[in-house]
């Protein structure tokens, strides 16, 4: 199975500060590569779909960029409702699978 | 909005059996497949699988084959997991994700809101 790996595993920032993400996968998975947020208590949410499509109501501020094996989400000016955790997902191959996950905590 | 919504919590006894359910509205229930994903206390997400709503074929990822079952009852627009023969380490958050687009596996939008299953004697 395809193993993502991201990292950092916790990005520690301040409002308005930029965060990068990174998702490595250990074999290429072209552009099949989309990106959830998770708040504690809820369930995840869809951000980003095949690289860089943000899904439905999720603002500008949210990109993502890469292809093959190395991919990045980057949010350009974190608001405070950001914090949260972020999950990288697969879905060249079966079975899908996500990356374990970076904690973007408040300084 | 289309929207999920699964059963409430449940707190088995270990051997024990549960079945969550999870009720789609507002879209057409049999054109989109349901997955579901296990997330334990404190730990990642986990794809377990996901079944066609159309043909009710299921797929299981490998850890997730024998005391796991996907069904469907599309005169009400729910989707079910069943798990038997209950372990402690089954203690976990099991969430049904639609696929976002129809009729094709996809990316995992919208959600339910998940259901604590609890398995302690």
């Known amino acids: 199975e395809i193993v993502l790996t991201q990292s950092p595993a916790t990005l520690s920032l301040s409002p308005g500060e930029r965060a990068t993400l990174s998702c490595r996968a250990s074999?290429?998975?072209?552009?099949?590569l989309a990106w959830y947020q998770q708040k504690p208590g809820q369930a995840p949410r869809l951000l980003i779909y095949?690289?860089?499509n943000r899904a439905t109501g999720i603002p500008a501020r949210f990109s993502g960029s890469g292809s093959g094996t190395d991919f990045t989400l980057t949010i350009s000016s974190l608001e405070p409702e950001d914090f949260a955790l972020y999950y990288c997902q697969q879905r060249n191959n079966w079975p899908r699978t996500f990356g374990q996950g970076t904690k973007v905590e408040i300084k | 909005q289309v929207q999920l919504v699964q059963s409430g919590s449940e707190l088995k006894k270990p051997g024990a059996s549960v079945k969550v359910s999870c009720k789609a509205s507002a879209y057409t229930f049999s054109n989109y497949g349901m997955n579901w994903v296990r997330q334990a206390p404190g730990q990642g997400l986990e794809w377990m699988g996901r079944?066609?709503?159309?043909?009710?074929?299921?797929t299981y990822a490998q850890g997730f084959t024998g005391r796991f079952v996907f069904s469907l009852d599309t005169s009400v627009n729910t989707a079910y997991l069943q798990i038997s023969s209950l372990k402690a380490e089954d203690t976990a958050v099991y969430y049904c994700?639609?696929?976002?687009?129809?009729?094709?596996?996809?990316?995992?939008?919208?959600w339910g809101q998940g259901t604590l299953v609890t398995v302690s004697s």
């Open positions: 095949d690289v860089s």
């Open positions: 994700a639609r696929d976002r687009d129809a009729m094709i596996p996809n990316w995992f939008g919208p």
């Open positions: 079944i066609n709503t159309h043909t009710g074929n299921p």
């Open positions: 074999e290429s998975i072209s552009t099949y």
